[in-house]
């Protein structure tokens, strides 16, 4: 079974731009999330999506929005970039949404703003 | 949310045991403890999760306290591939993983 793709890899865009990044989960997986990863602030959560509905979210400006297609790949945007966005972003699926569910990582697109 | 404390690194030798701590005191009756890796430039992977009793599986052991305010994870022979960021995670009731900082593992030969 493939795992999270994620595109692209990399990603150098200035200030002021904006990007999408795009996730493929896992299939049959249903729930889609995004984490940004940078070295100051470590893994941080931005938001998950089941069933097409944005679920949870979390302390991020609103300029990072999301969505998820009804074959459950997600796209995550991030308008009007800033130099502190450049980091890592990772998403991660799983099989449904539960405690026990286990959340596997693609390798994650990598983000530089200048 | 409960909020879990590691310490920052450990070392250990290779082929030798691990054992990776966790507190969590502030745990509610139904936090399933989580552990995920991150090694060298990649994602995070699952490794193990446990609620109350003691679980094993392929990759590693979860020792988990009676009172459940603790846990660890123990690798039983540490391989040079095990050499990663251990988190330990509580689940929030949104499903969301708190990452922390976890514990950076060095394995030397």
């Known amino acids: 079974k493939a795992g999270v793709t994620q595109t692209p890899r990399y990603l150098i865009k200035t200030r002021g731009q904006q990007v999408t990044l795009s996730c493929s989960p896992i299939?049959?997986?249903?729930?889609v999330s995004w984490y940004q990863q940078t070295p100051g602030q470590g893994l941080q959560f931005l938001f998950e999506?089941?069933?097409?509905?944005?679920?949870n979210k979390g302390n991020f400006p609103g300029r990072f929005s999301g969505r998820q297609f009804s074959n459950s790949r997600s796209e995550m945007n991030v308008s009007t970039l800033e130099l502190g966005d450049s980091a890592l972003y990772l998403c991660?699926?799983?099989?449904?949404?539960?405690?026990?569910?286990?959340?596997?990582f693609g390798p994650g697109t990598r983000l530089t703003v200048l | 949310d409960a909020k879990t404390t590691q310490p920052n690194s450990m070392e250990s030798n290779e082929e030798e045991p691990v054992h990776l701590p966790c507190n969590h005191s502030?745990?509610?009756?139904?936090?399933?403890i989580h552990w995920y890796r991150q090694l060298p430039s990649q994602g995070p992977e699952y490794v193990i999760h446990?609620?109350?009793s003691n679980v094993n599986n392929r990759m590693a052991s979860l020792a988990i306290a009676e009172d459940r305010k603790s846990s660890t994870l123990i690798l039983h022979r540490a391989t040079l591939r095990d050499a990663a960021v251990y988190y330990c995670?509580?689940?929030?009731?949104?499903?969301?993983?708190?990452f922390g900082k976890g514990t950076s593992l060095l394995v030397t030969p």
């Open positions: 299939s049959g997986h249903r729930s």
């Open positions: 995670i509580l689940p929030n009731s949104g499903y969301a993983l708190n």
């Open positions: 502030t745990i509610s009756g139904t936090d399933y």
């Open positions: 999506y089941f069933s097409e509905t944005q679920r």
């Open positions: 991660a699926s799983s099989l449904v949404r539960g405690l026990t569910d286990t959340q596997y």
């Open positions: 446990g609620l109350t």
